[in-house]
């Protein structure tokens, strides 16, 4: 029904938009997809992060701690709408590039609720309208891409691999690691076989260093980790730390700002102010680091290189101590294989737009769990 | 970059789904659309209405009174696919037909919050999964097809007028009354010119009705208006309820249960037990039956015919009172035209997804206040 040899016939242009659980800036890119011999090309020609505007922004958080009415929330999916349309014209002025030349736009949309194993019904919530961005751009929208996995028996997440496994595979074992507000990693095997690859959430990303730098130094995050770096573990709450149940569940598995947000540290630390603000940071950088690399140790074969991407990348005390952990794993920043390593998952949601509407399945069952490959979100027209 | 000329070159099978803001069921139909020599041709084949599951009808109740959280609606946007995914498989049993059959699926979702011309931001909310109805059916899922009307400025609503306009029009200058949980009209023109259209919701259907049964006789509705004609009108109230602002405001106009409402027959009858529950029926019935006259009176030219359609058909005293106030007036149940009264908003938006599939507009500028027209909802792959 769908002419997807004519879309896949030439290169596109597409608008990847990517917001993630921590709300530190909406991530744009621009990019170019195309498909020859059977293979498949992007090309990266523009990355830029924008911040929220103040309003939206507290919308959001007051949505993320499940404070919000229908009300609030179907404001909510029109503010990002018209947030984003704003957002887009200035990215493409600063890019010096026309909306004419943009074939079509893939927006993620701000998860505000995920519960893919949900006892009632597995679902999740992405918000954004997608039809009045897609009005008011007078362009193609691609959004809402996790709910077709979610409703196949899927987890919804990870979408990224399929990315990874086109672009980013090798002839070593690999693993692809970003650290956004979560850090979620793909592994990727050295024979390419797609059923082997492997991917999942270990857990929290920037999320608690976030939080705590938010609150204990007035600061969106911990530059470069110089709070954390100054600080001492506390051995006890690490230890606590390290039996979080998420962290030991089986694969596949995902995760977000249910389980990790301020209840959780609090929960953890009890009174916060009986210890010192650098100390905390250290405890959570140290399980952040940890968490990631148990998970590793425990559910990914043996692997040579580490890819890592993600604000998380510029956390230099948190990367040091993953690579404590990781001894013989070679720890490279994606910038170095041509992706901006902050621009990666915008890029990816583009390119999962891309593929859905050239009709190619986004998901891989054998990673989400779920029933079988489909085409994922949906479109406007 | 969409093969409109593919869809359009063959009947298609739609099914479409309608629940109004009444939530006193699920319209179901199944019809053919086509495409020959520049002129549309619709064939309702099959239309079945079916009760909500009564833990989903309770949820919808919840959502409607603002008592909501981003997780129950993210919920009910997952229960809805699959109870619609239940009831379309028994819809296609009923009716011997197959999946295999179907074309698309276009469902207009639960309206649970409607603000055209909010404050905020305009904005409108119709729940429902639709990758989620389609990746369990496997079938492209039209949905979400008020916001972009919403985003270019228009109301978002009523989108009936384009089916009206296309099937309805006539030689002579006919309204077309539709009485669901609101009621809305349809001014079309003998000249059929489209720029003449005028439509827009004149207040309330039965919801106010229904509301006051449930309530006092602990009915759903009142069959056939028995309840309301053994009452008496209650004079300083319904010259109280003729003064509400929504029916004495200018078109274009709509409205939901954001206005009309529990509260809003708390606020006009302060204490209900001190009134004859039939008293009560007969002045909301009366209110109901005015709105719609005084909204003809005003805002539409001399008619001749008034083609009624809508769950309201079937309130005989309802007719009754608005063929008092219209005496001149020859009023048609669509029936009589070969349209099932009770499955007229449910074709209309499995027409509007049909149209949408065929790239083109399925609202009217002139009706709904938009800047331009557009193709309506989104799709999933």
Redesign the interface.
């Known amino acids: 029904?769908?002419?997807t040899g004519?879309?896949l016939s030439e290169p596109r242009n597409m608008i990847g938009i990517m917001t993630g659980t921590s709300v530190d800036g909406i991530d744009v890119c621009l990019a170019e997809f195309s498909f020859l011999e059977n293979k498949q090309f992007f090309k990266l020609k523009h990355f830029r992060t924008f911040e929220f505007s103040s309003n939206t922004k507290e919308a959001i958080f007051h949505?993320l701690n499940?404070r919000?009415?229908?009300?609030d929330?179907?404001?909510l999916?029109?503010?990002l709408?018209?947030e984003f349309t704003e957002i887009i014209t200035i990215f493409l002025n600063l890019c010096n590039c026309s909306l004419i030349s943009v074939?079509a736009v893939a927006v993620h949309g701000q998860t505000?609720?995920h519960?893919p194993s949900?006892e009632?019904?597995?679902?999740?919530?992405q918000a954004i309208?997608?039809?009045?961005?897609?009005?008011?751009l007078d362009k193609?929208v691609i959004?809402?891409f996790r709910?077709?996995?979610?409703?196949?028996g899927g987890q919804g997440a990870p979408l990224v691999p399929i990315f990874d496994y086109e672009f980013l595979s090798s002839s070593v074992n690999r693993i692809a690691l970003n650290i956004g507000g979560m850090s979620n990693i793909t592994f990727l095997p050295s024979s390419k076989d797609k059923s082997q690859v492997l991917a999942f959430d270990t857990g929290p990303g920037n999320v608690l260093i976030d939080i705590a730098s938010n609150l204990l130094f007035s600061k969106d995050y911990d530059d470069h980790g110089h709070f954390a770096r100054k600080g001492e573990v506390l051995e006890i709450i690490f230890s606590a730390l390290k039996s979080t149940e998420y962290c030991l569940r089986a694969i596949p598995k995902s995760t977000g700002r249910e389980l990790f947000n301020m209840s959780f540290i609090n929960d953890h630390f009890n009174q916060l102010n009986n210890f010192s603000p650098n100390d905390i940071l250290a405890t959570l950088t140290e399980f952040t680091a940890w968490s990631i690399f148990f998970n590793i140790k425990h559910y990914i074969p043996n692997s040579k290189e580490l890819i890592i991407s993600g604000g998380g990348c510029h956390n230099d005390f948190l990367v040091e101590r993953l690579q404590f952990y990781l001894p013989e794993i070679i720890i490279i920043k994606s910038n170095e294989l041509g992706i901006n390593s902050d621009a990666k998952e915008a890029l990816c949601f583009a390119y999962l737009g891309w593929l859905?509407l050239g009709?190619i399945p986004g998901n891989i069952p054998s990673v989400t769990g779920a029933k079988r490959h489909?085409?994922?979100?949906?479109?406007?027209?």
């Open positions: 029904m769908e002419p004519i879309w949505a499940g919000i009415s229908a009300a929330l179907s404001r999916n029109f503010i709408a018209s074939d505000i609720w519960e949900g009632i019904i597995p679902n999740t919530l309208s997608g039809p009045a961005l897609g009005a008011i193609p959004y809402d709910s077709a996995d979610i409703a196949l859905s009709g489909c085409v994922l979100g949906a479109r406007t027209f």
